[in-house]
Each structure stands twice: as C-alpha cells, then as structure tokens.
C-alpha cells in the first residue's frame, strides 16, 4: 500500500507535530521508519530531529538513506524540515563522535554542498525564535513558496546551517542571523527549510498546504 505522504522516522525524536500538521492541511499521512514504506510514497517528509552525524548513522545502515536518495532521484516530492534540509548536502561538521577525522560527515550527497555551525559574537547559538524570509528571485517562482510574502516571519531552532559553498541557483530564501544562510532551498522536485513550518502559525501551514499541492501535482 503507498502512501500520499511519509515521514521519515530515524528514532531521534517525536515526529507527531509534522504529521499533524500535514494532516491539518488535508494530507494523508503515515510515520514510518521501513525502507519499503518509504520507497513506495508519494511525498516524502524528512523531519528535523537530532543530529547530523546521528541521523546519518542510524538511516545508512537502516536502508533509510538508499530510500529517500532513490526517491527523491525518482522525481518523488521531498520536502526536508530543519536537519532534514541539511542531510541532502555532501556532508555536515556537526559531529557527536570522533569518527570522521576530516571534520565531516558525509551526508546523502543529493545536493552539493555542506553545512556548518553558526558562529557569532555577539548573537546567542543555537538561533531559537522567530526571523524573517528574504525571498531570492528563486524563491519567487518556488511553488513551495506561493502565498508566502517577503519577509514573513518563520521559526527556527538550530545551530547549523547551509555554508557558503552551496549552489546560490537553488536558494529560494535567505535569512540572516550571524552569517546569511539559505533559509529554503529548491532542487527541481526536492525542497527544504531551514525553520519549522510546524511551529511557524499560518505561514508553516501555508508552505504544507503547497507541498500537499505539489505531491499531488
């Protein structure tokens, strides 16, 4: 049986506000930690939960990894939340062990690019709270993004963010805090925000109400 959307659940966290969220918007939606499950969805939602190198151990092995990147490669809608925006990347410095000599550990490699920690003087890290999204001339023809004005206000909760070695074509927002980070980012069929539209009122449900579009086509 597939399912019109899954959320991804690599055992980091409670995955609940996502899916209600998605079903507030009139999805069809399933929580699911089974490669198979995953494969077969028509949408499939990454949440943000954990960290990096945590999140990459536990869906390599698990076959989670192959899933989603095979899905996504497939023409699937994703939409990553938080980490799940970072884990597309080539790889991320948030490191829980001494494991990755280099620094980095590499992530699902769907997207170019890394993924650093926020660094600031004056700024208290991890940012937590509301900002704004700065729309790119990108994110003014995402459809993740439609009825979602300049500078409405999202909120975040995170220590690390897309670096500046990204490709600057698939970033629809940015927002700035410390250093400017993409916000959104849009790939042909693969989306992700940095922020929680789960916790972000009527703009959050908005975006899930145009993912819900999307998978639907």
Known sequence: MSHEIVVVDYHKGNLLSVARSLSAVGAEVAISDDPRTISEARGVVLPGVGSFEDAMSYMRPSGQADAVVSSVQRGVPFLGICLGLQLPFQRGSELTSEAWGNGWCPGLGLLSGSVSRLES???????????????????????????????????????????DDIDESIIATKTHYGRTFASTVWHENLFGVQFHPEKSSATGLRILSNFVCIVRG
């Open 121 to 163: 003087s004056r700024l208290k890290v991890p940012h937590v709270g509301w900002n704004q999204l700065h729309l790119t001339e990108r994110g003014r023809q995402c459809p993740l993004l439609v009825d979602v004005p300049e500078g409405s206000n999202v909120y975040f909760t995170h220590s690390y963010a897309p670096a």
